[in-house]
C-alpha cells in the first residue's frame, strides 16, 4: 500500500505521517511526503499563530506600560524593525526545527520525501512539479490513498472594487517594517481581533467595519460588549457595528475609500490602507481536486476527513474548512492516519469528536478571550436547566493588583454537578483553557474540585466560579 501525503510539512500532514511512519513496512509499502514549502513550515508558523503571537507581544508590553498610571513618561514606540526581525529570527527557527522532523521521517526505510508541487490526477495518482505547477510534470505517483494538507489561504470578499485596490493582509502586517498613520479594517473574526490592537499599539489611526452587533458571535453577547467596550476605551479604535460594505475604490492620493451602509445610510470612509482580515479559505486551488471527483463546496469532507466524493482521499485540517486551528488539524491528522488504516483494513471508520476548545488572543493577549466546551446558550439546548455562573475579573482583587481588572468568566454546570462549559474573556484566560479542558473532558464533578488556588493567583476566578455552582447545587 503506497500513502502520499500533499503538504507534509504543515501540523495535518506532521500528523499524518506520525501517525504512519511506524506502519511502513507493515501495513504500508511506501510513504511519500510531499511539500514545496519555500521554507518549508506551515502556515502556523510561518504566518499564523507563532510570528502573531510574537508581534503582540510588543504590543501588549506597550499597551500595559502606556496605561498604568504608575509609570512616568510617554510611551515607548514600536520599532517595527526590531519587531520583525525577532520574530523572522524565532519563525525561521521554528520552520527549520518542522523541516528537520519530516526530514528525518523521511530517512527511514520506505518513507521518502519530495520537494514539489503536487496535483491530483485521479483519486489514485498524484502529479509532482518540481519546477513550478506552470511547468509539465516531473514525476507522477501512483497511490492507494492520499492525505490532503494543504492548509488554507486568504479568503477576499467578492466586494466591487476589490481588484482595484492594494490591501493588506495579516501575513502583510506580520512582515511589515513600515505602516501607514490610517486604515480601514475588513474582518473583526479571529484575525482581526488580534492583529487591530497591534497595528492601534502601532500607531496606526484604525476604523473596523463589524457587521453584526457585536463580535464573537459564538460567545453570549456580554463578552462581545466586553471587547467592543475594551478596544474603543483601551486602544482607541472606531468599530462601526451593524454596518455592511458596498464597494471600495483607489483615491487619488493613493489611499482607499470605502462605502458602507448601516440602517442611517450610506458612508464613505477614507484611509492610507485597507487591511484586509476577512478569513480564510481552503487552499485547494490548482490541487486537480475534480479530477477525483471532488467539488470542494461546503461539507465535501466528511468527519472520517473522507472526501465524500472519493473514499480513499483523505482531508484533515484547515483544508477542510471545518476548525481552521492548529490543534484542530493536528488532531484531524491523527484520526486521518487511523482511518487510512482502518479503511485498508474493511474495519469502521471513526468520526471526528472533539470538545470545543478555542483561545483568541484578544486585547493584545492581555486578556485574551478562551472558550471549552459548552456556553450557556449551548448547554441550555443541550441539556435540562444548565448552571451558569459569572464573575468579573475586577472581582477578585489579584487582577487589580496586577493592573488587569477588565473582563469577566462564566462557567457552565450540568445539574448533576458536572462542570461542561468555560468562557473567560481576561487577563490569563489562555492560560486557565487547559486547566478547564481537563476539568470539562474529564466530566468533573463541580463539588470534587478543590477550592484553593494559591493565593493571590489569577485562577481564583475559578474557585468563584466553582463556589456560585455549588451553592447552587447545594
Not at 503538504?7 to 499524518?16: E, H, P, R, T
Amino acid at each position: 500500500m503506497h500513502v502520499v501525503i500533499i503538504g507534509a510539512y504543515g501540523s495535518a500532514g506532521v500528523a499524518v505521517a506520525d501517525g504512519l511512519v511506524d506502519r511502513v513496512g507493515e501495513e504500508i509499502d511506501r510513504l511519500t511526503l510531499v511539500d514545496d514549502g519555500e521554507p518549508g513550515g506551515g502556515l502556523c508558523i510561518l504566518r499564523g499563530c507563532m510570528p502573531s503571537k510574537e508581534v503582540l507581544s510588543a504590543a501588549a508590553h506597550r499597551y500595559q506600560a502606556r496605561t498604568d498610571h504608575r509609570l512616568d513618561g510617554p510611551a515607548h514606540e514600536m520599532d517595527l524593525d526590531s519587531i520583525v526581525g525577532t520574530k523572522d529570527e524565532h519563525v525561521l527557527g521554528f520552520a527549520e526545527h518542522r523541516r528537520g522532523h519530516v526530514h528525518d521521517l523521511a530517512e527511514r526505510p520506505g518513507v521518502e520525501f519530495v520537494h514539489a508541487t503536487a496535483r491530483l490526477d485521479g483519486a489514485d495518482r498524484v502529479e509532482l512539479f518540481e519546477d513550478g505547477p506552470e511547468n509539465e510534470p516531473t514525476g507522477t505517483l501512483d497511490a492507494d490513498y492520499v492525505a490532503v494538507c494543504t492548509g488554507s489561504t486568504v479568503n477576499v470578499p467578492d466586494l466591487p472594487g476589490i481588484d482595484d485596490v492594494a490591501y493588506m493582509d495579516s501575513a502583510d502586517v506580520l512582515d511589515a517594517t513600515e505602516l501607514p498613520d490610517s486604515g480601514v479594517v475588513m474582518g473583526f473574526g479571529y484575525v482581526g481581533l488580534e492583529m487591530v490592537p497591534y497595528l492601534a499599539e502601532a500607531g496606526v489611526d484604525l476604523t473596523v467595519i463589524e457587521h453584526d452587533e457585536r463580535p464573537l458571535d459564538d460567545a453570549p453577547p456580554a463578552f462581545g460588549d466586553e471587547i467592543l467596550e475594551t478596544y474603543r476605551e483601551e486602544f482607541g479604535v472606531e468599530i462601526l457595528t451593524e454596518t455592511d460594505e458596498e464597494r471600495v475604490e483607489p483615491t487619488d492620493s493613493g489611499g482607499v475609500r470605502l462605502t458602507c451602509e448601516d440602517d442611517s445610510g450610506e458612508r464613505v470612509i477614507e484611509a492610507e490602507e485597507l487591511f484586509l482580515f476577512t478569513g480564510r479559505r481552503p487552499n485547494v486551488d490548482g490541487l486537480g481536486l475534480e479530477t477525483a471527483g471532488i467539488d470542494a463546496e461546503p461539507g465535501f469532507v466528511a468527519d472520517t476527513m473522507q472526501a465524500a466524493d472519493a473514499e480513499t482521499v483523505f482531508f484533515p485540517g484547515d483544508v477542510n474548512g471545518k476548525e481552521p486551528l492548529l490543534h484542530i488539524a493536528k488532531e484531524q491528522g491523527q484520526l486521518a492516519a487511523e482511518n487510512v488504516l482502518a479503511h485498508a483494513r474493511g474495519e469502521a471508520l471513526e468520526p471526528f469528536e472533539f470538545t470545543p476548545h478555542h483561545v483568541m488572543f484578544t486585547a493584545a493577549g492581555v486578556y485574551p478571550y478562551a472558550r471549552v466546551g459548552h456556553t450557556a446558550e449551548t448547554a441550555r439546548e443541550a441539556l435540562d436547566d444548565p448552571i451558569v455562573t459569572r464573575r468579573r475579573a475586577a472581582d477578585d482583587g489579584v487582577f487589580k493588583t496586577k493592573d488587569a481588572p477588565r473582563g469577566l468568566a462564566e462557567l457552565v454546570v450540568d445539574r448533576d454537578g458536572t462542570v461542561v462549559g468555560y468562557q473567560g474573556l481576561h487577563y490569563h484566560a489562555d492560560v486557565m483553557a487547559k486547566t478547564m479542558q481537563v476539568i470539562v473532558e474529564m466530566g468533573l464533578d463541580a463539588r470534587e474540585i478543590p477550592d484553593r488556588a494559591f493565593h493571590p493567583t489569577t485562577p481564583e476566578i475559578l474557585d468563584g466560579l466553582l463556589r456560585d455552582a455549588v451553592a447552587e447545587l447545594d
